[in-house]
T-cell receptor, first 115, second 114 residues
Framework: NAGVTQTPKFQVLKTGQSMTLQCAQD?????MSWYRQDPGMGLRLIHY???????DQGEVPNGYNVSRSTTEDFPLRLLSAAPSQTSVYFC??????????????FGPGTRLTVL | AQKITQTQPGMFVQEKEAVTLDCTYD???????LFWYKQPSSGEMIFLIY??????QNATEGRYSLNFQKARKSANLVISASQLGDSAMYFC???????????FGKGTRLHILP
């Protein structure tokens, strides 16, 4: 198993550009989520999904879109990048809360800089 | 109001001593789960331990144990016999409610001194 994969590892954007951060998992997890990590702020939940076709907003959803057309993939879209979106982005996946397996698996992260 | 509060931004501990990292949480749900993760300087997130709200015994995983005090809404991580490799950021997180979302605290940076 590859686990949770994220691409790209690094990205530099100009203000106003759009891009998609890719996230995929091969563990058949129903739950997937996106976090951003900023110094002193911990990990903040952007969007999450409890299954294909179902997404919901987290703590800091503004400026980001998601979709979940398959169990495996959960891309994060920045429609018009802003310097405030400079951050490290983590994708994570897990079984639902009713499962006996409770670990949330994380991808390696994408370091995004918006100039 | 913060769902997960970690009051210690940073801690310095002598090698081989035990360490307690504080975490308090806020929820009105009866069913929830609490996690601890370690993030070394390399940046990856490493799962350490999990405690379910209905678990009557404190969770343990090797040198890690979770001191779960439900009435106080406290889920402190205890690391016994600390090692230099324990130097890292530590995050407490909670999964609550039917929507399953997982929220993190701001973290505690732990420094183990030789």
């Amino acid at each position: 198993n590859a686990g949770v994969t994220q691409t790209p590892k690094f990205q530099v954007l100009k203000t106003g550009q759009s891009m998609t951060l890719q996230c995929a998992q091969d563990m058949n997890h129903e739950y997937m989520s996106w976090y951003r990590q900023d110094p002193g702020m911990g990990l903040r939940l952007i969007h999450y999904s409890v299954g294909a076709g179902i997404t919901d907003q987290g703590e800091v959803p503004n400026g980001y879109n998601v979709s979940r057309s398959t169990t495996e993939d959960f891309p994060l879209r920045l429609l018009s990048a802003a310097p405030s979106q400079t951050s490290v982005y983590f994708c994570a996946s897990s079984y639902p809360g009713t499962s006996d397996i409770n670990e949330q698996f994380f991808g390696p992260g994408t370091r995004l800089t918006v100039l | 109001a913060q769902k997960i509060t970690q009051t210690q931004p940073g801690m310095f501990v002598q090698e081989k001593e035990a360490v307690t990292l504080d975490c308090t949480y806020d929820t009105s749900d009866q069913s929830y789960g609490l996690f601890w993760y370690k993030q070394p300087s390399s940046g990856e997130m490493i799962f350490l331990i999990y405690q379910g709200s209905y678990d009557e015994q404190n969770a343990t995983e090797g040198r890690y144990s979770l001191n779960f005090q439900k009435a106080r809404k406290s889920a402190n991580l205890v690391i016994s016999a600390s090692q230099l490799g324990d130097s890292a950021m530590y995050f407490c997180a909670m999964r609550e409610g039917l929507d399953d979302k997982i929220i993190f605290g701001k973290g505690t940076r732990l420094h183990i001194l030789p």
